[in-house]
């Protein structure tokens, strides 16, 4: 794997860097710039785009070009500003640590409203805090950077490590990834295969692409579930990457495949839009889930509720990568899957990634004797007065179910970034299983850290929960 390269400085707004035709826009992304930041203290900006002019007819590719890198500026300097005025973003390791590694950030990262505590919050009935506006930012839906256009955004380790090995090259040059390195899953993740758990980590610590697949796995799975995994692997066309003049990516590209997001059957924490909601502003940001444990799971998609994995599968190939555009998916090259030999076997495949081992549980998906005093006091919480075991229950900590937990209650509809931030309706309980290593957080990544999560549902299920509560809580989670 190569060395994360560090993007941000991108995100400096300089004039000098724009072209001759995104000159003046470039100069309007500059002042937009200066006054996301001022807005950056309050606690949601509401920052309107440039007021770009609609494109003019026959526009080339590199007129479109240069016209979307002259306001990618603007773009990312307000996604920075809204990002520093709702969380505490540095790099601050905890103890423990993924799989493979990488340490699992600390601390409460949401920012608290002027003048506001936690503990403070918590005694407040959610009519008192939806009537005095102080809801924490960072408990809101989360916008794309770019919300009017949305699309598939990837990681930069993401992009160099699938360039590198395979040379297909996933960078948007309207757009970059907006989170920093430290609050994403490892990369590459592990692998467990649910029938060959005696392996351990089958990844050896390598990204499966189109071109190690083969070689990882020829031996550990039979033909049908490695024709599952060559079409995992395999880019199919989509709406921000492909061969047509209407792409994002530089050159044109042959698209994207299942595991560019989903890697090593788990997830880099890429982003898109959900397919399925209009208008534009409605539609929610969406971070990749874990394919890990999908055979327990009985429904697909935070939203959809999907009944299976092949639904979900051909779903994500027909609707999910044309944002429901279908004229557009012709031009571009839809790539319809075949129900009985490529749906089949693509879904096999998924069904064979297992959650990483939780050395602590017994078969109950109870904590064991190995446990410390505050992992069984965290757990007696999840399970008594913290209220979460009636939605993540049985072993692997899912209803399979939906619920809506009501934000409108705690705060009034708005519109941040292009989008309309309201209460989500009914979302899928995602499993607890392997929590701590699927950062960000709930469907959106709106929660940069387990800790967050606690304070979220501490205000959203009204537990009031104790400081030392929360933290027994945290111990159980980190342990699931
Ligand atoms: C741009 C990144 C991206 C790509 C590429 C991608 N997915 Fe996904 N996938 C997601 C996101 C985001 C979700 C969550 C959807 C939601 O919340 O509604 C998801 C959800 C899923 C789910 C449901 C998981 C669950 O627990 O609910 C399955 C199954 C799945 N994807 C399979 C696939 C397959 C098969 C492909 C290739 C045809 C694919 N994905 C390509 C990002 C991606
Ligand atoms: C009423 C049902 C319900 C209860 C009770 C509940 N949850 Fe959840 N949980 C959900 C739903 C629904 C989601 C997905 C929300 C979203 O993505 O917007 C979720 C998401 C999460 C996530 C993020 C999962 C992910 O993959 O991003 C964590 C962590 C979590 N819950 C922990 C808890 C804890 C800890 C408690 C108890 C303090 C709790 N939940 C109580 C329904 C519930």
């Not at 309107?48 to 890198?69: D, H, N, Y």
């Not at 256009?149 to 090259?169: K, N, S, V, W, Y």
């Not at 081992?357 to 505050?374: C, H, N, Q, Y």
């Not at 606690?454 to 980190?478: G, H, P, R, S, Y």
Request: with cysteine; charged share 25%; hydrophobic share 35%.
């Amino acid at each position: 794997m190569k060395t994360p390269r560090q993007r941000s400085t991108r995100w400096i707004c300089t004039v000098g860097m724009v072209g001759t035709v995104g000159g003046l826009l470039g100069l309007m992304a500059c002042s937009h710039s200066e006054a996301s930041r001022i807005n950056a203290s309050e606690q949601t900006p509401e920052i309107p785009p440039p007021s770009t002019p609609p494109p003019p007819p026959g526009e080339t590719f590199e007129q479109m070009k240069a016209r979307l890198e002259a306001e990618k500026p603007f773009y990312m300097d307000r996604q920075r500003a809204l990002l520093e005025a709702r969380y505490d973003l540095s790099n601050r390791p905890g103890r423990v640590k993924m799989t493979r590694g990488k340490p699992i950030q600390a601390g409460v990262r949401v920012k608290l409203p002027p003048g506001q505590t936690w503990p403070q919050l918590a005694v407040m009935t959610p009519a008192e805090i939806r009537a005095a506006d102080v809801f924490p930012a960072g408990f809101m839906p989360l916008p794309h950077p770019k919300q009017l256009e949305g699309g598939m955004l990837f990681p930069h380790f993401a992009i160099e490590e699938i360039l590198a090995q395979t040379g297909r090259d996933l960078q948007r040059f309207d757009l970059e990834f907006d989170l920093p390195d430290h609050v994403l899953p490892e990369f590459p993740p592990a692998i467990f295969l649910t029938t060959r758990l005696d392996l351990g980590d089958v990844s050896h610590g390598e990204v499966v692409t189109t071109h190690n697949y083969y070689r990882l796995f020829k031996d550990i799975l039979n033909t049908k579930q490695l024709d599952g995994l060559r079409l995992l692997v395999s880019p199919f066309a989509q709406q921000q990457f492909n061969l047509i003049d209407d792409r994002r990516s530089a050159e044109p590209q042959l698209g994207v495949a299942c595991l560019d997001c989903h890697t090593n059957g788990h997830t880099n924490g890429a982003t898109h839009l959900v397919g399925d909601i209009r208008p534009q502003e409605q539609r929610n940001r969406i971070e990749t889930t874990s394919l890990r444990g999908v055979n327990i799971q009985e429904r697909f998609g935070s939203q959809r509720a999907l009944m299976s994995v092949e639904d979900f599968t051909q779903f994500e190939q027909s609707a999910a990568y044309f944002d429901g555009d279908i004229d557009k998916a012709a031009l571009k090259g839809v790539n319809p899957l075949d129900p009985i030999s490529q749906v089949q076997h693509m879904a096999e495949m998924q069904k064979l990634f297992d959650f990483p081992p939780a050395p602590k549980l017994d078969v109950f998906g109870r904590l064991t004797s190995r446990a410390t005093a505050a992992e069984l006091r965290g757990e007696a919480l999840f399970r008594g007065k913290a209220r979460c075991a009636e939605c993540h229950s049985g072993p692997y900590f899912t209803d399979n179910s939906m619920h809506d937990l009501q934000l409108e209650r705690f705060f009034p509809e708005r519109v941040v970034n292009d989008q309309v931030a309201n209460g989500d309706g009914p979302i899928k309980t995602f499993t607890l299983r392997g929590i701590k290593e699927s950062p960000p957080y709930l469907h959106d990544g709106r929660l940069i850290t387990l800790d967050d999560t606690i304070e979220f549902f501490n205000l959203v299920l009204e537990l009031k929960l104790t400081q030392q509560e929360k933290a027994d809580l945290l111990a159980f989670l980190l342990v699931l």
